[in-house]
């Protein structure tokens, strides 16, 4: 069975503040891909990065990071210095083989930034 | 490339009434997705094609839905007849293999049953 899960539905932080989103998934496959994707206010869905299972490096792109560690089977997701316009729905998603290559999605994580 | 592009934006029907909703995958993609985000259930697939062909339709609610794609640039979904609880967003999402890269998603549909 796959499954995702994100267990902090809703967060708020103080603009500047860091912030790190959660996502732990379950899999039996061992090739496999995780995304994070974004969903501002506008409603649209912004693919934000993949990783594949055999890819634990983590990385960074300006003020995100992403920490993939199997051992836990978690692939979190961290803001720096966070911004009003980071305000979003974040979700993480899941694809191997043996769902067909569907993606399953978390239920989302609500990210409120206050200015 | 213009992306995955939906339409229409916005329905807003009775219920019973048929209801079809259309989508253009990015072009060279042999992957299309059909999702429906609500608030209390978030984004559930509904149906998945590969190569135009339906692969896992389980996600379709009930037989009141159908999804088809006739050619690798089209693909509909429709509900006859609607109801109030299909009130939600619809997403269409392509990617040009099975899943192992990221999936571009259309700016959707948001349906009103009324």
């Known amino acids: 069975a796959q499954k995702v899960t994100q267990a902090q539905t809703e967060i708020s932080v103080v603009e500047k503040e860091d912030v790190t989103l959660d996502c732990v998934y379950e899999t039996r496959d061992t090739t496999y891909y995780l995304f994070w994707y974004k969903q501002p206010p506008s409603g649209e869905l912004v693919f934000l990065i993949r990783r594949n299972s055999f890819d634990e490096q983590n990385e960074i792109s300006g003020r995100y990071s992403w920490n993939f560690q199997k051992s836990t089977s978690s692939f979190n997701f961290t803001i720096t210095a966070s911004q009003v316009v980071d305000s979003a729905v974040y979700f993480c998603?899941?694809?191997?083989?043996?769902?067909?290559?569907?993606?399953?999605f978390g239920t989302g994580t609500s990210l409120t930034v206050i200015p | 490339d213009a992306g995955v592009i939906q339409s229409p934006r916005h329905e807003v029907t009775e219920m019973g009434q048929e209801v079809t909703l259309r989508c253009k995958p990015i072009s060279g993609h042999n992957s299309l997705f059909w999702y429906r985000q609500t608030m209390m259930r978030g984004l559930e697939l509904l149906i998945y094609?590969?190569?135009?062909?339906?692969?896992?339709d389980s996600g379709m609610p009930e037989d009141r839905f159908s999804a088809k794609m006739p050619n690798a640039s089209f693909s509909t979904l429709k509900i006859q007849p609607s109801e109030p609880r299909d009130s939600a967003v619809y997403f269409c999402?392509?990617?040009?293999?099975?899943?192992?890269?990221?999936?571009?998603f259309g700016q959707g549909t948001r349906l009103t049953v009324v």
């Open positions: 999402a392509s990617t040009n293999s099975r899943g192992f890269t990221e999936a571009f």
């Open positions: 998603a899941l694809s191997d083989s043996n769902t067909g290559n569907q993606f399953y």
């Open positions: 094609f590969n190569n135009n062909v339906p692969i896992d």
